[in-house]
């Protein structure tokens, strides 16, 4: 059985721990930082908190993503996903479906609940 310690699970989901610092919701799943920040965005939220690698429900490792209550919303339409970038190097680091779409208006907050991204034990 193929087996990957903690460590190597770890340097990946540290990216997101300590580069991370803005989190977009968008109008569908970007490919791309521009697409994430600019073309699909419909708001954002900066000073974003993600916490260091921990263990996976059912095996592997993952980090949360801390609740957002304050994020900026700048367009209006349904957001479908979120998308967590670095600035600094302008990198697209994560994308994944909202649990559940949400009209947004210009001008309004929006807010998200606390959330896990993880990496499965390999099979």
């Known amino acids: 059985m193929a087996t990957l310690g903690d460590r190597v699970f770890d340097a990946g989901l540290t990216a997101?721990?300590?580069e991370a610092n803005r989190?977009?919701?968008?109008?569908?799943e970007p490919a791309t930082y521009a697409e994430a920040t600019s073309t699909y965005t419909l708001g954002n939220k900066t000073s974003l908190s993600v916490g260091a690698p921990g263990d996976r429900s059912g095996g592997g490792r993952e980090v949360e993503v801390a609740a957002i209550t304050d994020g900026s919303v700048s367009g209006t339409?349904?957001?479908?996903?979120?998308?967590?970038?670095?600035?600094?190097?302008?990198?697209?680091?994560?994308?994944?479906?909202?649990?559940?779409?949400?009209?947004?208006?210009s001008g309004n907050t929006f807010?998200?609940?606390?959330?896990?991204?993880?990496?499965?034990?390999?099979?």
């Open 16 to 18: 997101l721990d300590t």
């Open 23 to 28: 989190l977009d919701i968008c109008s569908q």
């Open 77 to 105: 339409d349904t957001a479908t996903h979120w998308a967590i970038s670095d600035t600094v190097n302008e990198r697209l680091l994560a994308t994944g479906a909202l649990s559940a779409d949400q009209a947004v208006t």
């Open 111 to 123: 807010t998200l609940a606390a959330f896990t991204i993880g990496i499965p034990d390999p099979a």
